[in-house]
């Protein structure tokens, strides 16, 4: 029961609240969801169910300490001899690896250790000062560094 409307840039409407923002009708079926209620992705551990797929992966993590691959929706149980962190301030977030537990807690403390060479810019995160050199000094960036991954 898809309503789309005919010509260029075409969109589908709902035909519940008639709402026709919908490009894809993948995006139409989950939204649908909203109005019938349906929940088809159930957690094989417990009664959760999900209107979205990620919902359920993110579930599976918090709940169940169960990580969900992204490509081939395959799930494996985090290693018990791996330590969980948990963030102080943020204390349904944890991490497995320390690296993103560390670049985590410098969101709270404000922490920007990669400085801009040009102006007074600091990221906290190397590639957020990669993207700020690429979009702020372009012709400084190639003529400072030629061979440069950056």
Known sequence: MLVQASGEGSTLTCPYCHR??????SDLRRHIRIHTGEKPF???????SGVRREHLNDHMWRKHKVAVTKRTHTTYR??????????PQCPNLTFT??????????????QRPYQCPQCCYAASRKEHLTSHLFRRHPNTLLSSHPESTL
Do not use: A, E
């Open 78 to 87: 985090v290693s018990p001899d791996r330590p969980i962190l948990t963030c």
């Open 20 to 25: 026709s923002t919908f490009k894809q009708t």
């Open 42 to 48: 159930s957690c094989n551990l417990c009664g959760y």
């Open 97 to 110: 690896y320390k690296r993103n537990f560390d670049r985590h807690l410098r969101l709270h403390s404000g």
